[in-house]
């Protein structure tokens, strides 16, 4: 599952942060976390700021759970969906 996600983001030009944990770390080009965290979250689809919890890392991390197949599927389109509005 995880290996999908990852590749499915990747070929989004995401840069993932390395991890075996059960989400995916993503790095944003710029300090937009929270605008795509809104607009996804508008989508019905929720991920985190990873800098609320972690403020070193500002504005420019969000992280990701992953989840089975159809649901990978309709937070990428989401995803792609949030990206072409913010920044």
Do not use: Y
């Not at 795509?36 to 972690?54: D, E, L, P, T, Y």
């Not at 989840?67 to 937070?75: A, V």
């Amino acid at each position: 599952l995880r290996q999908r996600f990852v590749h499915e983001l990747k070929s989004r030009c995401a840069e993932i942060t390395a991890s075996c944990a059960n989400w995916v770390m993503i790095r944003l080009p710029g300090p937009e976390a929270e605008r795509i965290c809104q607009s996804m979250a508008r989508q019905g689809v929720f991920i985190r700021n990873a800098g609320k919890s972690a403020a070193s890392l500002g504005e420019h991390f969000v992280r990701i759970a992953v989840k089975k197949p159809e649901d990978q599927d309709t937070i990428l389109a989401a995803w792609d969906r949030a990206c072409s509005t913010v920044g």
